[in-house]
Structures are given as C-alpha cells and as structure tokens.
C-alpha cells in the first residue's frame, strides 16, 4: 500500500491521527459497552485484547518512516519462438508444420514487496504490499467468512479453527501452520484472537495472541507467539474494484531458529501467501462461472 497514513486519514477526515483517535475513544467506550451487551469477564477480556491488536497494529501502519525492503516478487513469463518444420504425412503429402519452442522464461517484478522494521518493544515486523484483483468485499468474505478453509488452498496452513465467536466482530482460533521446505522451521500453533471491522469502503482483520482453555499447548508442537498483525483491504483509487492489500506480520516463531532464517521464511510466507491467495480468488471466479449442468 502506497501510503496506508493517508488513506487511513482519508476515512477519518482532516488531521492527522484522526482515525486513530477514534479507535482509542472507541476503545475507552468499550467496557460500558460490553456490560450493556452482557458479555461476562472473559469475553469482555478477549473482546479488549482484539481492540487493543487493532489499535497497535494501526498505529504501526501509519508510520511510513524506518521501513526496509526485504523481499520484492518477480513473475516468470513463459516465451518461446516459432519455427517451421516440414514433416510427410502419412498419405505422403508435404506438410508444413509451425511449432513454438520454449526458451528462458523472463521475470519481471508483480508490484508485490515486502518491507520490514524493527520496534521497541515488539520486535521484526513485516509488511506485505500488493495489488489485487478482486474487490475488498469479495477478499473479505474469503479471510473472515471462510476462514476455517484456508488449509485448503494455503499450503502454508494446516489447519484454521474458531474457537469461539464473541459479538459479530470478535473471535478465537487456532491455526496450525505447516512445515517450511526441508523441514528448516517446524509445525507451529497459533492461539490468537481475531478481531474483524469494516470502516466506510476499507475491511480490517487484526489479531495477536491469546490463551483459551479449548486449546492448551501441544505435545510435539511448539506453541508460536503473534501480534499484533493486521490485514488492511482498500479499494484502489484508480480502480474500485481491485484492492490496496497490506498485511501487518509480527510473530515469535519460539526456538532455536537463526534470525536471518526466521526473516527470510516470514518473508517469503508473505509472499507465498499473495500468490495463493490469487489462485483462489481466481478459482472462484472459474466456479461461479462454470455452467450448471
């Protein structure tokens, strides 16, 4: 994303910190809220958690200084030349034969980076930008209505599972993550509290990590820590139907792990994760049009 202060401004009006302000007054606002809606102490605690990740994540976002460019994405293009042949059939006729010969793809940078910096406090973060195809609402109802099926087509993911579902915007998973290639990092877990809004046109999905009692530490997995992280999807300015994507990544993956691997695998999970969030995407559109027979 371009300049994710700006349009974060845009929603709120003139000012600066406008849009987080009105977070933090939301935030203040939330206990009296919470009692009125009859959520006991528990909820109340995650329902906070989840308003705090949003809060933090936000405020990260909106500074653009400091950030570094870890990993930009390239496409490779398949290109090849003609060539004619002359072959006999076998009617022993003359046939002239046209054949395209594959030579070395080219790669050419999709516009897809991932930026990085380091905060007091929190650590390595990593910021994904990208352009996609699809409208915020339909990329929406992909992560968040069909969050629990993004084993099924991330590869990165082993499993989604809500946990609990607090209010329409406020909920518990956990997610299993696979192993990396060559088994250099191991399966993760993840306990994590989700909190999901819409301001105006723009869709928000933050996070980070919690307890719950449905879902105690592993044996044989090692329990990862998150957040805050937060997915940001807004429509492009130059065409509403495609969307600005910027995902917030924090994470303490726990181990042995050298940190320039632990960068260089955050960084392409980012990545892996726009490619195949585009298949997806892209396969769905193949299904909605696909003749019912």
């Known amino acids: 994303m371009v300049a ?3 349009e974060l401004n845009t929603l709120a009006g003139p000012g600066p910190s406008n849009w987080i302000s009105q977070v933090r007054r939301r935030s203040s606002l939330l206990s009296s809220q919470i009692e009125e809606e009859g959520y006991n102490e528990e909820e109340m605690s995650y329902l906070k958690q989840g308003e705090d990740a949003l809060q933090k994540a936000i405020s990260i976002l909106s500074e653009q200084d400091g950030w ?10 398949i290109v090849g030349i003609k060539v004619k042949c002359f072959c006999i059939s076998s009617a022993m006729k003359l046939r002239i034969l046209t054949l395209l010969v594959p030579i070395p793809s080219l790669l050419q940078a999709n516009g897809d980076k991932v930026l990085s910096k380091v905060l007091p406090d929190v650590g390595k973060v990593f910021k994904l930008e990208v352009m996609l195809e699809q409208h915020p609402d339909d990329l929406y109802k992909e992560l968040v209505g069909n969050m629990e099926q993004m084993g099924e087509w991330n590869p990165n993911v082993k499993e989604v599972k809500i946990l609990q579902k607090i ?3 406020t909920m518990i998973t956990h997610e299993v993550s696979a192993e990396t290639p060559g088994n250099v990092v191991g399966p993760r877990d993840f306990v994590s509290v989700r909190c999901a809004k819409r301001r105006g046109s723009t869709c928000f999905l933050a996070g980070m990590s919690t307890q719950h009692p449905k879902m105690p530490e592993q044996r ?8 805050p992280t937060c997915i940001v999807m807004k429509p492009c300015a130059e065409d509403p139907n495609k969307t600005k994507f910027t995902w917030l990544l924090s ?7 050298p940190k320039t691997i632990i960068n260089k695998v955050l960084a ?4 892996d994760f726009a490619s ?4 997806r995407m ?4 193949s299904v909605e049009m696909s003749p019912a027979w």
């Not at 303490?252 to 792990?257: A, F, N, R, T």
């Not at 392409?268 to 990545?271: E, G, S």
Request: charged share 20%.
């Open 4 to 6: 994710i202060h700006h």
């Open 68 to 77: 570094t460019t870890e990993t930009v994405a390239v496409r490779a293009y």
């Open 167 to 169: 209010g329409q915007d």
């Open 220 to 227: 044989g997995v090692v329990r990862a820590e998150n957040g």
């Open 251 to 257: 994470i303490d993956l726990k181990g042995w792990i």
């Open 268 to 271: 392409q999970t980012q990545v």
């Open 276 to 279: 195949h969030l585009r298949q």
């Open 282 to 285: 892209a396969n769905n559109v």
